[in-house]
């Protein structure tokens, strides 16, 4: 399904359908404010299953990310951050960054990678931000990479829904996407380490 939802005043009658799809362990494809994303309810192993299947993932390799309301949220999810670590999320976000942490114990077991860490994302985007907060949980996310020799990811929601209308239970289209990922900061470490430059330009002070 093609689900337009307008990006600056999201009807949330299309939200509810979107979180319904969710709750019964539907695969989502949604913009933010970076790339368009692919992801599920984080409670759905099933789910988070296919998404792996689809993008190529090994969970026990791959750095797994989902998608926060705000910080509180980050907070029961991760380990306690350090009172530099929060000032530094609470500086950059909502915005186009992901902040690898220390994961929880109460994470699920298909985040717990080798290195016990979890990526954490609160993108500056109203869809998102909205699924989460209706759904009462945050949901996985991973960008949505392109095959094509120019453009590194999917930029065009129809483009999306042709190659994926099979494979994923709802394209939300908000119109055209960016081709500039998010920029991913390692925040499990003395000091905040910088592993991917995407969008964004992070402020420390």
């Known amino acids: 399904m093609l689900l337009n939802i307008h990006p600056d005043n999201p009807e949330e009658r299309k939200i509810d359908q979107v979180v319904a799809i969710l709750e019964k362990g539907g695969i989502v494809i949604y913009p933010t404010d970076t790339v368009y994303g692919i992801g599920c309810d984080i409670n759905n192993q099933d789910a988070i ?12 390799d791959a750095m797994m990310a989902i998608i926060c309301k705000d910080i509180s949220q980050v907070a029961d999810f991760t380990q306690q951050m350090d009172n530099p670590t929060f000032k530094l999320l609470k500086r950059n976000l909502p915005g186009p ?48 990479k392109s095959d094509d020799d120019i453009l590194e990811y999917f930029t065009d929601p129809e483009d999306i829904y042709q190659d994926f209308e099979k494979l994923v239970d709802v394209v939300i289209d908000s119109g055209p996407g960016g081709n500039n990922p998010s920029t991913v900061v390692d925040c499990t470490l003395d000091k905040p380490v910088v592993i991917r430059l995407g969008a964004g330009i992070l402020e420390f002070s």
């Open 49 to 60: 299953e296919r998404v792996c299947r689809l993008r190529k993932l090994n969970p026990k």
């Open 97 to 144: 960054f992901t902040f690898v942490l220390n994961a929880a114990s109460n994470v699920p077991k298909m985040f717990r990678n080798r290195k016990r860490t979890i990526g954490i994302r609160i993108p500056d985007h109203k869809i998102p931000l909205m699924l989460v907060e209706k759904l009462g949980r945050p949901i996985l996310t991973t960008s949505l």
